[in-house]
């Protein structure tokens, strides 16, 4: 057995704060029993409250973190979150397109939890014609995923979920799982489809907080089971389960929104281990 754990290499813009970014998939990487890699693509000023501003990384120096990197270490999976730029967008998809075995988890950041644009329309297209062809798996929210697929000069285009997942595949990517924290059900329900159509559906009762960070947690989650040799099913199911756990565990440091404890396993070991009804 080797004494080198699973390695995860992260593309992602900096969040002082903590709650989401570079910084929570990191913690999130290692609490999953990973080692983290990480390649900056922006650097932000933010709190637990919103973006107030994004500086995007030089595609070149982009490239550079990234080739030095994988030629000096082995990689078990990506994982993509904000990258901030066309360009960068361009320069990672020439990047992974060299391990075309290595599965890539890209959460499409398109806006923040207050609502802030990350992502503007030439951005999407790039995502869209670059990087979903080549994603394992895809982990948009419910409005982003309408926002990937939606035709904006057709007012009547209002697919369903399951339609978005299936405009979706047919860009490219192997699986999509649509989380359902913006619908108005009773509970969470994150939906995972693949080319046989509907491959599970899980539900997850609703947390009263509002949280900086559940996304890239999920995705980061995600690529570290994967790396971890799971199957994608059983990935997906693990890592809600986490991300979940992480979420009820959720503290408030700022004046913003709740921060997931990516780390709650290691504080108190009897109401960590609480079981769970989902």
């Known amino acids: 057995m080797s004494d080198i754990p699973p390695i995860v290499l992260t593309f992602a813009a900096s969040d002082p704060s903590s709650g989401a970014g570079m910084q929570a998939d990191i913690l999130t990487i290692a609490s999953m029993g990973c080692h983290p ?26 490239i550079d973190q990234a080739r030095t990197l994988l030629e ?52 999407l297209d790039a995502l869209r014609e670059l990087l979903l062809p080549q994603s394992t798996i895809l982990t948009p929210n419910s409005m982003e995923a309408r926002r990937l697929v939606v035709d904006e000069d057709n007012e009547e ?29 009773p509970k969470v329900v994150n939906t995972l489809y693949g080319e046989r159509g509907l491959l599970r559906s899980d539900d997850w009762p609703r947390l009263p907080g509002i949280y900086h960070g559940s996304g890239c947690t999920l995705a980061s989650a995600i690529a570290a089971l994967l790396a971890n040799g799971l199957s994608m099913e059983d990935a997906v ?41 989902h």
């Not at 890699?37 to 982009?62: F, H, K, N, R, Y």
């Not at 979706?168 to 059900?185: K, N, R, S």
Request: aromatic letters at 6%; one cysteine or more; proline letters at 5%.
């Open 72 to 123: 000096d270490m082995p990689v078990a999976a990506f994982k993509i979150g904000l990258l901030g730029s066309v360009d960068n967008i361009a320069a990672i998809a020439e990047i992974v397109s060299d391990y075309p075995d290595v599965p890539l988890v890209l959460d499409p950041v398109l806006a923040s939890g207050r609502g802030d644009e990350l992502a503007n329309e030439d951005m």
């Open 157 to 185: 285009d209002d697919p369903s979920l399951s339609e978005c997942a299936k405009r979706i595949l047919g860009m490219g990517c192997e699986y999509v799982l649509i989380t359902g924290t913006h619908e108005h059900t």
């Open 237 to 277: 199911r693990e890592a809600q389960e986490y991300t979940w756990e992480a979420l009820k565990y959720g503290f408030r440091p700022g004046m913003g929104q709740h921060i997931p404890d990516r780390l709650f396993w290691a504080r108190d070991e009897e109401d960590a281990g609480e079981e769970t009804r």
């Open 37 to 62: 890699l990480s390649v900056v693509t922006g650097i932000t000023v933010q709190d637990t409250s919103g973006v107030e501003d994004i500086q995007a990384v030089d595609a070149d120096l982009v």
